[in-house]
Nanobody, 118 residues
């Protein structure tokens, strides 16, 4: 069974940085075909894609609003995906959710709150 566990959210001032982690289990991180990414949902707003990658192709995609500020990466040995968020803005405040699409099914983590405020 695929499981995703996020960590790393918190409160940060505008202009600050945070790194989110998503530890995955239940599939072969190195050899399976899958996509993984981060979404976010702010109160009263729809869930939106933040960043994603496809394996093994290595294709990356980012929302326009985070390009140049956020970076998605992975550590194969740790079965972990990261989202490095720099130059954070108040409008980045949301619950951030890790997603994996593997073996034709969508899987979600429980979410981690990111609040950008002075």
């Amino acid at each position: 069974q695929v499981q995703l566990v996020e960590s790393g959210g918190g409160l940060v001032q505008p202009g600050g940085s945070l790194r989110l982690s998503c530890a995955a289990s239940g599939f072969n991180f190195t050899f399976d075909s899958y996509s993984m990414g981060w979404y976010r949902q702010a109160p009263g707003k729809e869930r939106e894609l933040v960043a994603t990658f496809r394996s093994p192709a290595g294709t990356l995609a980012y929302a326009e609003s985070v390009k140049g500020r956020f970076t998605i990466s992975r550590h194969n040995a740790k079965n972990t995906v990261y989202l490095q968020m720099n130059s954070l803005k108040p409008e980045d405040t949301a619950v951030y959710l890790c997603n994996a699409f593997v073996r034709q099914f969508d899987y979600w983590g429980q979410g981690t709150q990111v609040t950008v405020s002075s």
